[in-house]
């Protein structure tokens, strides 16, 4: 914004040389990017100006009345602010969405993007040049000068910081003005002469006959000052910033007013800018105002009460100030304030960036001056920060996962719906019950992830497309699920991708022991839980609609079903652009953190060796003679001493053991702490084990 330094100086009792000022100005939050030396197109006048940079939540420092109650602030003296007010406006015809008043009417048919809309007529006018000083003022704040009727509106837009229209009221059909959403392809001829095809997200002030202007953005060509014109209706509204700036987006269209629109106009600033301008039109253009005003307003805007406790303000800027004082630099930028402990502050309409303590104690930290807060050390030196359990643990999965041969995945936690279609994930799956980001930062990335597949998915597609062939990562991330409350649960997941091979040279492994599969990544999961110390870890047969069905297994932990894992499905691999097999598991990795333990439980080294002995059962291929049913029932059957079983080779051939079965190998570990067991001990307990399974399972023992 231009801000001319005479012009601010007649609302501002000071002699403070301008580069002084703007030094001021730019340490109080508004800085002042250069000094402009401003000479007017005659020649006859000439200014400095501070060009400055306003922050989007800083409204209130869009105009000349803002800067300088902000300025008087800074240096501790009083602004000189006149405050305006004609009879027709001090007592304007109120109603909260339609009002007729004389040959004028005002409806508004969309409230949530209009809550307030005022308008006043003035006749009998005479449309011509502005005088000079006006028209230079203009020139130094950056306007073009057009007539004295609509440089009186840019004037107050500029002086107070409210966008105001005047329409030849004439033009206007039945004089009645509608504030309404547009329709769906309506078309309006702005004042830059160029043709704007809307859509019901705009807003638009319009007559019975059609669109007039676009709201709080530009005037139409249609109802816009004419040499002619003797009958003005002025216009003073407060628009709803969201979809004036989304308008102004989509159509291209930035202006100065909808710059200010856009970062909240005081919506209590309609009447006193409309007399503003009565008395500006009528000092030019001369004219009768027609009273009263009016003033369609569908709810009241009271100032908002936030409680300041003084001594919190001390505590968070490190200052000793005084309640008083606290109080004092408050109500010298507008805020009321009630004594009390703790104060009641009320913030006024035009400061909406305000809704909290903090931001209360900012403005006193702005005021009262940083440089005037004094450097200050901590009381006594702070002690370093300790990781807590769940991260501690958390690092170890990290290590145990790069020692498996893994490289680490960081993603963004923003996803598409291309994404989830591209996993294979139905309509009504779980995963699609996403939450939408209202203002993402891609127009296509405007989902929170449910699952973590996509994130590896897509880095694994980037690795694939630049020809690396072996790709071994994992992704520890949040995944965002609607909850009951207003916040999403957050839980931590695990994600692990692998293709290709991760052997560092292949040249003398053949190819299908050089590739990774299903039972390279479930030992990566079982390495995973062992570095946690979590027993109880098993597999069952599952389906998931990214995996290759018959290819799939759930992850288990205490009964409860904790994460997936299997080969995906070759629409999953094709969609993703992944060159061989690929495969994938995703975990709770919250569950394993709190099952997780941070010290290894010790168990002495056996003394004794081990009495080994393999057994080769053929059972049926289906999920009641899995391998864990068959570890089960050797365990349920083999008695104290087993140390340990284990499936050491899977064999099918329907020409030697049938269709449908398989042979399943086991090797089984006996072993006492204090001696060595016999070969009859150890055939005794193997004769209970073939006897429990061909009892219990079926299973008939091959002979080696």
């Not at 002495?604 to 059972?619: E, F, N, Q, T």
């Amino acid at each position: 914004m231009r801000i001319p330094y005479t012009w601010l100086k007649e609302y501002l009792p000071t002699d403070m040389p301008a580069a002084e000022l703007a030094d001021v100005l730019t340490m109080g939050g508004l800085e002042v990017e250069e000094i402009d030396e401003w000479t007017s197109e005659d020649g006859q006048a000439s200014d400095l100006v501070f060009v400055t940079s306003v922050t989007s939540n800083r409204g209130d420092l869009l105009s000349m009345y803002g800067v300088a109650r902000h300025a008087a602030a800074l240096l501790g003296v009083e602004a000189a602010l006149p405050a305006h007010s004609i009879p027709a406006t001090a007592e304007p015809a109120v109603a909260e969405s339609d009002l007729k008043q004389g040959d004028a009417r005002v409806t508004i048919e969309c409230v949530e993007g209009c809550p307030r809309y005022s308008a006043l007529r003035v006749t009998g006018v005479a449309v011509g040049p502005s005088p000079t000083w006006l028209a230079h003022r203009l020139e130094a704040a950056g306007l073009r000068p057009i007539n004295n009727v609509v440089d009186a509106s840019n004037y107050v837009l500029w002086e107070l910081g409210q966008p105001l229209h005047a329409f030849d009221h004439r033009l206007v059909v039945g004089g009645h003005i509608i504030v309404r959403r547009a329709e769906a392809g309506e078309k309006l001829v702005t004042i830059d002469e160029t043709e704007r095809k809307l859509t019901p997200e705009e807003l638009v002030i319009a007559d019975p006959k059609g669109a007039v202007a676009l709201a709080g953005i530009m005037g139409g060509v249609d109802s816009e000052m004419r040499d002619r014109t003797s009958d003005v209706l002025v216009e003073s509204a407060h628009f709803d910033p969201t979809m004036i700036r989304r308008s102004a987006m989509r159509l291209g269209m930035g202006t100065d007013a909808s710059y200010r629109f856009e970062r909240h106009v005081d919506p209590n600033l309609t009447l006193p800018a409309l007399a503003r301008a009565a008395e500006l039109i009528v000092e030019t253009a001369g004219g009768e105002v027609i009273a009263p005003a009016i003033d369609v307003c569908s709810r009241p805007f009271e100032p908002l009460a936030v409680q300041l406790r003084p001594e919190r303000t001390n505590a968070i800027l490190g200052t000793d100030l005084a309640a008083d004082d606290q109080a004092a630099l408050l109500r010298s930028i507008g805020f009321g304030v009630d004594d009390g402990d703790p104060l009641t502050v009320h913030v006024p309409t035009a400061r909406w960036d305000v809704e909290r303590e903090i931001d209360l104690i900012e403005e006193i930290a702005i005021i009262h001056g940083y440089n005037n807060i004094a450097t200050t050390l901590p009381s006594a030196p702070s002690e370093a920060g300790l990781l807590t359990r769940s991260q501690r643990l958390e690092e170890r999965a990290r290590e145990a996962l790069r020692g498996a041969g893994l490289h680490e995945n960081v993603s963004f936690s923003m996803v598409c719906g291309r994404d989830l279609d591209a996993c294979g994930l139905p309509a009504d799956g779980p995963e699609r019950t996403a939450l939408e980001l209202r203002d993402p930062m891609s127009a296509e990335e405007n989902l929170l992830r449910t699952t973590m597949l996509p994130s590896i998915l897509r880095a694994a597609r980037y690795n694939a497309r630049q020809r690396v062939q072996d790709i071994a990562l994992f992704d520890i991330g949040r995944v965002f699920l609607p909850g009951d409350e207003q916040l999403p649960d957050e839980p931590l997941r695990l994600a692990i991708l692998a293709t290709g091979t991760v052997l560092g040279s292949a040249w003398n492994v053949p190819d299908e022991r050089a590739q990774v599969d299903f039972f390279w990544l479930k030992g990566v999961v079982e390495e995973l839980a062992a570095a946690l110390y979590i027993e109880g870890l098993t597999f069952e047969r599952a389906e998931h609609p990214s995996m290759r069905p018959g290819h799939c297994a759930a992850v288990m932990l205490a009964g409860e079903r904790i994460g997936v894992i299997g080969e995906l499905a070759s629409t999953v691999q094709d969609g993703w652009d992944l060159p061989a097999a690929a495969y994938a598991a995703e975990v709770q990795m919250s569950a394993l953190l709190d099952a997780g333990s941070l010290n290894a439980r010790y168990t002495r080294i056996p003394r004794m060796p081990a009495a080994l002995r393999d057994l080769a059962v053929v059972v049926p291929d289906d999920d009641a003679h899995c391998a864990a049913a068959l570890e089960d029932a050797v365990r349920a059957s083999a008695g104290n001493d087993l140390q340990s079983v284990e499936v050491f080779d899977v064999y099918v051939d329907e020409d030697r053991i049938g269709a449908g079965n398989r042979q399943v190998a086991l090797r089984l570990a006996f072993r006492l702490p204090d001696r060595t067991l016999t070969d009859e001990e150890v055939d005794a307990r193997m004769s209970a084990v073939t006897e429990h399974l061909d009892r219990e399972l079926g299973a008939t023992v091959r002979s080696w």
